[in-house]
């Protein structure tokens, strides 16, 4: 097994590389300090197992293993980083990362998600897994409290519409309209516009096209 290490921090990268020496006795490990290094290394040939931090110096992680993939598609890739919010989180996962471990985590949860990928498996560590499901359940809170029609005009003022061309659109009273947008605003707890489209989209009920 070929297991290659990312990362800008050569502390992390050097200790990671040593521990997982002892777990896999039998693998070639290499550190690299940015992505460059990597493409650099003529002799390592394709790599099984990527351990790779998102935030780093000439090109992000994510950049990184997109391109990648293009050539090599049967690498694995595992994310160690320090960035645990659902949206990052879930970002990373549909564009193909195997694994995501957050690097608060002990050593273990990496062997864990090397073991995993290299059977095929997708792994979530733990701190990861309880990021998305709280994420999940406060959208369910906020949906749940949401009525339809307030999901609609909540769509359309994201979508930069007025009130008045938001009754337009749904066929409404420019009053109901009103009072519709004065309730997200109440139950968002906001005050401005900008601030209901913001948090919308920090909470996954609008996506930016």
């Not at 994310?79 to 659902?86: E, G, T, W």
């Amino acid at each position: 097994m070929t297991i290659a290490i990312i990362d800008d921090h050569t502390v992390i990268g050097e200790s990671l590389k040593i521990i997982l020496s002892t777990y896999y006795t039998d693998a070639l490990i290499t550190y690299y300090l940015k992505t460059a290094d990597f493409l650099g290394d003529t002799g390592r040939g394709e790599v099984d197992v990527i351990i790779l931090d998102l935030l780093m110096p000439e090109q992000a992680g994510l950049d990184f293993m997109v391109e990648y993939r293009k050539e090599f598609d049967s690498s694995k890739f595992i994310i160690v980083s320090a960035l645990n919010d659902a949206n990052t989180i879930r970002y990373a996962l549909r564009l193909g990362a195997d694994a995501y471990v957050s690097k608060d985590e002990s050593l273990v949860e990496i062997k864990r998600a090397i073991d995993s990928v290299m059977l095929n498996s997708q792994y979530l560590s733990t701190n990861i897994r309880k990021s998305l499901v709280d994420h999940i359940l406060v959208d369910e809170k906020i949906v749940f409290h949401l009525t339809p029609r307030e999901r609609q005009v909540l769509n359309q003022v994201c979508n930069g519409f007025t009130i008045k061309e938001t009754a337009y659109h749904l066929k409404i009273s420019v009053h109901t309209a009103q009072e519709h947008y004065k309730n997200i605003m109440k139950k968002f707890k906001v005050n401005r516009t900008v601030d209901l489209i913001v948090f919308a989209i920090k909470h996954g009920l609008y996506y930016v096209n």
